[in-house]
């Protein structure tokens, strides 16, 4: 069952509904990962929230999206320093202190930004973090790579095993918008929140490179 999930998944870019799933990067590679498809090419504001659990402590990227301008179009990274998390925005680097994160549980994260104001902030199981300066006035623009388990260092590669994450994930949504304080709490808390518009765990396109599993969560 597990293996003809893996043969679906890696074969076609057909949604699929990965509600009660999770991905499982079991391994420090410079290759596993997860490539998500959309078709958006411009976003003036995005949120983007998953559920993780890991050992790690060592830095390492969880959501990577690149655009041909930067590599760092939007991307989150926990850092070694357990408390320590860092999101880039069109290359600019925001870094959050004092976090409540934690090994070996899972925990919800989310990230917004809007060009119109250029801040970014972060939610660590719904508790807001400050809100640091980014990039403001241009949009998020181009095709879009995006890549969940290795960090780009290049558009679509410059894969790093050091950076890479090693754990589970689930539950992942993007939006096109910043999303209320309230839609935050409503899906740290799992209530029925809207799904993303942009990447949607219910109905998800995707492909996987390498050891990467899908497995009950
Ligand atoms: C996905 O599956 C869950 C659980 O089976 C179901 O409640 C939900 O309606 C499905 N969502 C979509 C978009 O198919």
């Known amino acids: 069952m597990l293996l003809l999930l893996l043969l679906v998944a890696s074969c076609a870019a057909v949604p699929q509904n990965l509600s009660g799933k999770m991905f499982t990067f079991p391994q ?15 976003f003036n504001a995005v949120t983007v929230c998953f559920r993780f659990f890991t050992d790690l402590k060592r830095d390492h990227a969880l959501f990577s999206l690149s655009v041909p301008s930067h590599d ?6 926990n850092m070694a320093k357990l408390d320590s998390f860092e999101m880039s ?8 202190e004092g976090l409540d994160l934690k090994l070996n549980q899972w925990q919800s994260v989310c990230g917004a930004w809007d060009a119109v104001s250029g801040l970014v902030q972060m939610w ?20 879009m790579i995006i890549v969940f388990g290795q960090d780009q260092d290049a558009y679509g ?19 096109d918008h910043k999303l209320s304080p309230y839609e935050i709490w409503k899906y740290a808390k799992g209530f029925g929140y809207a799904p993303g518009n942009v990447l949607n765990w219910n109905s998800l396109e995707f492909q996987i490179q390498g050891r990467v599993l899908i497995e009950n969560a």
């Open 28 to 42: 420090e590679t410079d290759t596993a990962h997860v490539s998500l498809t959309t078709s958006s090419q411009n």
């Open 72 to 77: 760092n179009g939007f991307l989150f990274y």
């Open 89 to 96: 925005v069109r290359n600019t680097i925001a870094k959050f």
């Open 124 to 143: 660590v199981d719904g508790k807001p973090s400050s809100r640091k300066f980014t990039s403001s006035g241009s949009d998020i623009s181009g095709p």
């Open 157 to 175: 590669g410059g894969f790093d095993a050091k950076q890479s994450f090693v754990g589970m994930m689930s539950d992942l949504h993007m939006w």
